[in-house]
């Protein structure tokens, strides 16, 4: 099983401002890592796959980057909209599939 | 356009079986594997189970094992996860989780997802 570690597990950031979000596979998962955004009460929204291509209707201010065992998640010019929690999920070594156990961005 | 419309929340009693449904819209039923994650109140997501609609066959997290049922109804385009033997640990929001391309690749993403089922277990 393919463990995924996210950091930090929560980050306070002022509106405006850039925010960058760690995901840890345990071993090499190449570029099949995505990223979901949950608000509260909702369900999980997908925002990039393959490590860095944005899912349709996704704002470019997110970003994501990465192989292997290491990828971020990157938000620029932060809004208000985009308090939640991202999660990572690993999709290549499978079954189980995995996910990181996520980080909530606040607005400072 | 694509969408995955589950049941309603549930309050069962430790021992009792949940159904949950996932009735999916807007796209060809057979073509795209449906998965099953869950969400523990305060907690992070955790894959259940998948299921290949076209032949009805499914695979299971270990943990599930003996427990968990994946089916579907293709005269419908409705999925089912039945889980039995509930504990109070089993409270959850379930989801259902279509993957992001169809059966003719491998290594997916999960896209849409329904809009969860909370599920609570209590005596």
């Known amino acids: 099983e393919v463990d995924m570690t996210q950091s930090p597990a929560t980050l306070s950031v002022s509106l405006g401002e850039g925010a960058t979000l760690s995901c840890r596979a345990s071993q090499s998962i190449g570029t099949n890592l995505a990223w979901y955004q949950q608000k509260p009460g909702q369900a999980p929204r997908l925002l990039i796959y393959?490590?860095?291509t944005r899912a349709t209707g996704i704002p470019d201010r997110f970003s994501g980057s990465g192989s292997g065992t290491e990828f971020t998640l990157t938000i620029t010019g932060l809004q208000s909209e985009d308090s939640a929690v991202y999660y990572c999920h690993q999709y290549d070594s499978w079954p189980p599939w995995t996910f990181g156990q996520g980080t909530k961005v606040e607005i400072k | 356009q694509v969408q995955l419309v589950q049941s309603g929340a549930e309050v069962k009693k430790p021992g009792a079986s949940v159904n949950v449904s996932c009735k999916a819209s807007g796209y060809t039923f057979i073509n795209y594997f449906m998965h099953w994650v869950r969400q523990a109140p305060g907690q992070g997501l955790e894959w259940m189970g998948i299921i290949k609609p076209s032949a009805g066959t499914s695979n299971h997290a270990q943990k599930f094992q003996g427990r968990l049922t994946l089916t579907r109804d293709t005269s419908t385009n409705t999925f089912y996860m039945e889980l039995r033997g509930l504990r109070t640990e089993d409270t959850a929001v379930y989801y259902c989780a279509r993957e992001g391309r169809d059966i003719d690749n491998s290594d997916n993403w999960f896209d849409p997802w329904g809009q969860g089922t909370l599920v609570t277990v209590s005596s």
């Open positions: 393959r490590a860095s």
